[in-house]
């Protein structure tokens, strides 16, 4: 599990002894990853990053989600057509779908739902050293064919996960991001 370290913004810690990241360590070090080494995921890491999923937090508990994960690579291979960003997906170790009522993927409170489960996804495996990258869905149909869940259900988006082909994950030292002082506003505007 992730450990709790404190620092102030841009700060850099250490890993927590046990290999992995500390929670800020694992936030800063989170970011798209496309290209995958050709390296299994184990299931113990897997499970501990879907359990991240489970756990996630929703309005009012109401848990609007599925998960399906996915380790063949055929099967990996026709999932990255279900979006034509998706290449990732062809090349990724494993790649969860998200699954929800169809009736209610469009409500707000639902989508923010997913993107707390999306999140915990990521950041569990972040702390594993795993990157992850999202797709969206464009042809829901192959998605019910390759991921075989109900007609009532809708996949609402994939995330690919994957050791890192290129430079492993570690914290940004320089982030691309608006400086900490522009966004963050204290009290007011």
Same mark, same amino acid.
């Given at each position: ?15 927590? $002894? =046990? #290999? !992995?990241?500390?929670?800020?360590? %694992? ?9 995958? +080494? &050709? @390296? ?44 034509? $960003? =998706? #290449? !990732?997906?062809?090349?990724?170790? %494993? ?9 209610? +993927? &469009? @409500? ?82």
């Amino acid at each position: 599990m992730m450990a709790i370290h404190h620092e102030t913004p841009g700060g850099h810690g250490t890993t927590n $002894g =046990a #290999g !992995h990241m500390t929670t800020p360590e %694992a936030i800063w070090s989170r970011r798209n990853v496309r290209e995958y +080494a &050709a @390296r299994p995921i184990s299931g113990a890491d897997l499970d501990q990053i879907l359990e991240a999923a489970r756990r996630s937090p929703s309005s009012q508990n109401n848990q609007p989600w599925d998960f399906v994960v996915v380790t063949d690579p055929g099967q990996l291979r026709r999932l990255s057509e279900v979006w034509r $960003g =998706a #290449g !990732h997906v062809a090349v990724s170790a %494993a790649t969860i779908a998200l699954i929800t009522a169809a009736d209610d +993927a &469009a @409500r707000g409170r639902v989508q923010f739902d997913l993107g707390q489960a999306t999140m915990s996804i990521m950041l569990a495996a972040a702390d594993l050293g795993i990157g992850s990258c999202h797709s969206a869905i464009g042809d829901q149909e192959l998605a019910r064919q390759l991921l075989g869940y109900p007609a009532d259900k809708t996949c609402s988006l994939l995330i690919s996960l994957g050791y890192p082909a290129g430079r492993r994950l570690a914290p940004i030292r320089e982030p691309d991001r608006r400086p900490f002082a522009e966004v963050v506003h204290r009290g007011r505007w």
